[in-house]
């Protein structure tokens, strides 16, 4: 089968798209799935720098839906021909997390995709990993079980992609993690694919105000077509404050960034009692400076918001009825619809910033 294979990390690494790549077999517990669509999402560009930590020889991808080929033999949940999205953090269900309440936090299978490669290339055989334990940039994936959650079969393939990352992520984090409040007042920085999800689960939410602030005009008008209400570049952002809120903060502020600077902001945009969330991944040694007394003092919330804090059994086919009820607008979020052979093209453009999301439509 066709895929792409990364084979060192580095700010302009290229990916080796070729035909020679198989499958290890599917074990009793895994699923073979066919994809059908992949986003290329910027967490995809930070597993290709380093900023996210993989795996190499490494088949990058994690946003992905497709049907169902095969499954093991004590494997219940879905059977050949299922329509499926594929979960990047899938729970093991048993551990204290997952007990608990936070399956979203499960470390078993993305600790197992360090080591297990379920992907081999080349005359000799040799392993590849997918990223997450994924790999969607390819035209096939193995994942366990707890990772191909079945979907209704009259969702289209490309909003069933991004409900896989950027939509759980985005609206996960208003609905799951913030719980925002009918008529509150939101600021979203970043709008990018998840923050264009934050801005949709605030709206659905019921906010009466959403800023969304964007270095990048061009981003703007998209930003208000799915639920913003004001729009701002970074240095108009003050006089969006004093306009909005009277200079006393907004009852959330969201960072979908993965940047220290755009996290202070965020606090800083956020009024006194109010909750900030970070949502965007960061680099490990990207340090966030807030005073002590500000923490204290300030009765703010830092909240991190990893995968929407998604329980994907659930949250996939809830999102999925959102969209099939007119709730959530996914067609404007694609920039483009485009072809495996086209991801090196891609990649770059994602560099370069101004596209959304791109969807590999696979033959």
Partial sequence: MRA????????????????????APVGPTDVRVRIRATGVCHSDLSAMSGVLPQPVPLIPG??????????????????????????????????????????YLCMKYVIESFSKGNFRFG??????????????????????????????????WEAAALIGCGITTGVGAAINTAKVR??????????GGVGLSVIQGARVSGARTILAVDPL???HELARKVGATHTATP????????????GAGFDYGFEVVGKSATIQSAWQLTRAGGDVIVVGAGAMDDMVSISAFSLLFDGKNLLSSLYGEADVRHDFPYFAKLYKAGLLDLESMISSRIRLGDLNEAVEALR????????????
């Fill in 123 to 156: 005359g000799d055989g040799a392993t590849a990993f997918g990223m997450a334990g994924c790999g969607t940039w390819a035209e096939e994936v193995i994942v366990p079980w707890q990772g191909a959650i079945k979907i209704d079969e009259d969702v289209p």
């Fill in 235 to 246: 240095e108009q952002v003050p006089e969006s404050l004093s306009e909005l809120t009277g």
């Fill in 352 to 363: 370069g910033g101004e596209v959304l999301r791109q969807i590999v439509i696979m033959d």
């Fill in 182 to 191: 009918p008529g509150s007042t939101v600021v979203v920085i970043g709008c």
């Fill in 217 to 219: 005009v061009s981003k």
């Fill in 62 to 103: 994690h946003e992905g839906a497709g049907e169902v080929v095969e499954v093991g033999e004590h494997v219940s949940t879905v059977e050949p021909g299922d329509h499926v999205i594929i979960s990047w953090r899938p729970a093991c269900g048993e551990c204290d997390l997952c007990v608990g309440g936070q399956p």
């Fill in 4 to 23: 792409a294979i990364l084979h060192a990390v580095g700010t302009d690494s290229k990916l080796d798209l070729r035909d020679d790549v198989t499958l």
